[in-house]
């Protein structure tokens, strides 16, 4: 038996030494040394090659994200080839970055940021003498300081003198006049993997209007936070807008440069065409691999844990519940003015914040629960929403129109209006998601 626990022991430690590509989870049980170094722990146990697969996986995308992280914007040799002698539009906002070392981290493995750690993709590009001709900006604009939902205007860039164009005012589609003189297109904007973030939609747009004039586009891929599971409602044509543009579910578990193939290869732009795309994906990066964010992708969204959050509480943006915009803890807490006399101590009062102009339930005292430290999500969790429509004195002014858009099916609030338990709603969900992951499988670019 001994002999048997070696063996597996050695077979273990040489599938981590062979492998950094896994699809499997990066969480694992380890402890730390005293100098913060990862060591293994190794169970005395009698277990199979089955298992020491699983564990050896298990670990390996953590490995992968000790190497340092390559977004497609800092392969910078895979690329400029293909900008030499054009004429660039680029899409881009405050998150499109090339990093100074690759990846900055502090001792605890976290992302640091200052002004040092990075390099504008535009700045980059023009210092290399690369003909960027207009910049485009989606949703909260080039420099990502507008409200949720607010129009952005064009205008031009102070630093470079560069003329902005924006998708999320008069139009959300360039149009043949801003793409005029335009040889190649670059789209490198940071994702958070939810299909109401608007981010997906630009590139549906972009996508389409380079596709009608034959301009290929440029992905620059970078890492979705919240590749790691796939989950909620698959979204019903019906129902289509710009927070939802295809029928895929809430999480969809894809980067944009995975996406923007399965808007191609699904035939999503009006009337089918094809949009010719080159992606130069990251580096050193699987699904599964925990990626923290260096610069916030949207005013509201502060940290790893509002990202994580973000599907599953973005629901209540379709109700009278606030989720902490006008605070410090965006997206990480939730409460309301509405609800019953119940056992909660915690509230916040909304105030006016940079991202937040005028907040839901400005200057009055909404309570409810405060999620900032908690751990980190591997599917929707419905309970917060449950728990705050059980909550609510008038049930019948809990939900606006803006739900079913969210939710991208009126059946989620009926489910909920009906009774339904969690349980009980997400099995409705799960042969629409087996559809999905089997599509999506054909997308993959980091297995």
Request: aromatic share 10%.
């Amino acid at each position: 038996m001994s002999f048997n626990v070696f063996k597996n022991t050695v077979l273990l430690f040489l599938l981590i030494m062979i492998s950094c590509g896994s699809k499997s989870k990066t969480e694992y049980e380890r402890q730390k040394t005293e100098d913060g170094r990862q060591k293994m722990r190794v169970e005395n146990s009698k277990f199979g090659a089955n298992d020491l697969k699983l564990k050896a996986n298990k670990l390996n995308t953590e490995n992968c994200q000790l190497n340092t992280i390559l977004v497609g914007a800092n392969q910078t040799e895979k690329y400029l080839q293909l900008l030499n002698g054009k004429r660039i539009g680029i899409v881009v906002n405050q998150t499109s970055v090339i990093f100074n070392d690759g990846r900055q981290k502090t001792e605890d493995g976290r992302r640091k940021t200052d002004d040092r750690s990075f390099t504008h993709l535009v700045d980059s590009l023009i210092s290399l003498k690369v003909d960027v001709k207009k910049v485009f900006a989606p949703e909260h604009g080039f420099r990502g300081t507008a409200d949720a939902g607010e129009k952005v205007k064009d205008g031009i860039d102070t630093k470079t003198g560069l003329p902005i164009i924006s998708l999320y005012g008069k139009n959300r589609k360039p149009t043949t006049e801003h793409l005029k003189n335009i040889d190649i297109m670059i789209f490198d904007i940071q994702d958070v993997g939810a299909r109401f973030y608007t981010y997906i939609s630009s590139l549906h747009y972009v996508m389409e209007a380079c596709a009608e004039l034959n301009i290929p586009l440029l992905i620059l891929d970078r890492p979705n936070p919240n590749a790691h599971y796939v989950d909620g409602p698959i979204l019903e044509p019906e129902h289509q807008s710009f927070v939802g543009m295809h029928p895929v579910p809430v999480v969809h578990g894809m980067t944009i440069g995975e996406y923007a193939k399965m808007i191609n290869g699904e035939s999503w732009l009006e009337n089918g065409i094809k949009c010719e795309i080159t992606v130069i994906p990251v580096e050193n990066y699987v699904h599964n691999t925990f990626y923290s964010l260096l610069i916030k992708p949207s005013p509201n969204l502060p940290s790893d844990r509002a990202i994580n959050l973000y599907p599953s509480l973005c629901f209540f943006e379709g109700t009278n519940v606030s989720i902490g915009r006008g605070t410090d803890k965006q997206f990480q807490v939730y409460g309301s003015p509405f609800i019953a006399d119940v056992d909660i101590n915690y509230c916040f009062t909304p105030q006016p914040n940079k991202g937040a102009k005028y907040p839901k339930h400005q200057g009055i005292e909404c309570c409810g629960f405060d999620l900032s430290d908690g751990e980190r999500l591997y599917e929707i969790n419905l309970s917060y929403l449950l728990k705050m429509y059980s909550f609510a004195l008038d049930k019948d002014k809990f939900f606006n129109n803006f739900f079913t858009k969210l939710a991208g099916t009126k059946k989620l609030q009926q489910q909920i209006e009906q009774g339904l338990t969690e349980a009980e709603i997400k099995a409705t969900w799960q042969k629409g998601l087996k559809r999905f992951i089997k599509i999506r499988e054909k997308y993959l670019i980091y297995n």
